[in-house]
């Protein structure tokens, strides 16, 4: 089976920073993996050049066989990204901004699907507001409503949670693990371990542009008996 991304000695500098370090890592499709790391591990960078976003120095990555490169337009369709940033144009309610990022991909009349994202992400009652009024979290859902709405089989969420309330957390991720048991494959960063250790059926450990560890959750809980994954990524890092 293609992997879902398939990631093979990639390279990218910024000036004299190494962010990424000849990272090699295949991702299967229906997998839940985690991506964790502290901050400047090249998480983003990956994710960016995954996207589309950032040009490598060398290496490749692709997305269910199609080349990040060479073949943007479909590698990009296959993927949702959810980003760091609160990224969001102030002159269009959610529905609208849902509408027009179903448009960017070709797709029209989907307001069923729209209404279904909204309503998992506890966004129904904000359907019409506009984007400049919500709050911080309102408009984090908004991002990962953003990254679905076209239904892609790979799914990044990068930092998903990150200043969000428990109950907005609770609620993504029964809808993610719904989405991830219909067969789309999840890849999550985040600094929240405990999400990471109950969440992902496989873990990429990175430090400094290069992978450290890679192995089932259960592989890596297993050769630190009675440790956390807090613990065991802790450990890791001091290598």
Known sequence: MIPAVSVVDVVKSFASLKALDGLSLAIEQGEFFGLLGPNGAGKTTLISALAGLARLDSGSIQVLG????????????????????????????????LRIQSGYFGIRRNDDWIDEILHHLDLTG????????LSGGMKRRVLVAQALVHKPPVI???E??????VELRQGLWQFV???????????LTTHY???AEALC???ALMKQGRLLALDTTANL??????????????RTMQR
Not at 160 to 165: E, I, L, R, Y
């Open 201 to 203: 059926n496989r873990i």
């Open 66 to 97: 199609h080349d990040v490169v060479r073949d943007f337009r479909q590698a990009r369709r296959l993927l949702g990204v959810v980003p760091q940033e609160l990224v969001f144009d102030p002159f269009f309610s959610v529905r609208e901004t």
């Open 221 to 234: 809980m297993a050769a630190s008996p009675g440790a956390s994954l807090e613990e065991v990524f802790l």
């Open 156 to 158: 990044v969420l990068d």
């Open 160 to 165: 998903p949670t990150a200043g969000v309330d």
């Open 193 to 195: 371990l405990e999400e």
């Open 126 to 133: 904000k359907a019409d507001a506009n984007m400049r009024r």
């Open 177 to 187: 693990r719904r989405l991830n048991s219909e067969g789309h494959t999840i890849i």
